[in-house]
T-cell receptor, first 113, second 113 residues
């Protein structure tokens, strides 16, 4: 157990729908990162939050959004889902905003049908 | 922009064989370099890292040396075990991880007894 908790582990939904993925960071970690892992694009950085504020943005689509709450858990919202959004979504956390070596959760597998 | 190139595999070796997984990178500035490992059904785990040229990262018998002149960070292990079977990702960050990691496509390693 890495200490980073992601729920749900699996999610199946239809095109056009909206889903929310949840991440609880490791105790004491203030920074949360979201990554998407797909067969064609590989692992891509989506967005980072630090202590409730957006810190950095990567290849995140406009249909996707995220937030980090006062208790430091984070949610990734995916809307108007398309088949191509099917992927593994990972959350990672670190002690501060400078990352590296951060801890990954086991991911949420999203299947859009 | 930043990029990481690594052999995709699968790479199949016999137990106790010598392992090399090549990784080269393109980056602005002076990036930090990482190797992550992903076991089936799990998130990514940091295997080793190097933050400046000529640094050698090592962990669990794996080693990689940051070679600025060849922009490489090849992963090596002298004698692999069946338990080393996993997907290995080379990654870099050029802001200490603050703007997320850029990953290679991953190398699937299969060790046969």
């Amino acid at each position: 157990d890495s200490g980073v908790t992601q729920t749900p582990k699996h999610l199946i939904t239809a095109t056009g729908q909206r889903v929310t993925l949840r991440c609880s960071p490791r105790s004491g970690d203030l920074s949360v990162y979201w990554y998407q892992q797909s067969l064609d694009q590989g692992l891509q950085f989506l967005i980072q939050y630090y202590n409730g504020e957006e810190r950095a943005k990567g290849n995140i689509l406009e249909r996707f959004s995220a937030q980090q709450f006062p208790d430091l858990h984070s949610e990734l919202n995916l809307s108007s889902l398309e088949l191509g959004d099917s992927a593994l979504y990972f959350c990672a956390s670190s002690r501060n905003y400078r990352g590296p070596g951060y801890t990954f959760g086991s991911g949420t597998r999203l299947t859009v049908v | 922009g930043n990029s990481v190139t690594q052999m995709e595999g699968p790479v199949t070796l016999s137990e106790e064989a010598f392992l090399t997984i090549n990784c080269t990178y393109t980056a602005t500035g002076y990036p930090s370099l990482f190797w992550y490992v992903q076991y089936p059904g799990e998130g990514l785990q940091l295997l080793l890292k190097a933050t400046k040229a000529d640094d050698k990262g090592s962990n669990k018998g794996f080693e990689a040396t940051y070679r600025k002149e060849t922009t490489s960070f090849h992963l090596e292990k002298g004698s692999v075990q069946v338990s080393d079977s996993a997907v290995y990702f080379c990654a870099l960050s050029d802001q200490g991880g603050a703007d997320g990691l850029t990953f290679g496509k991953g190398t699937h390693l299969i060790i046969q007894p």
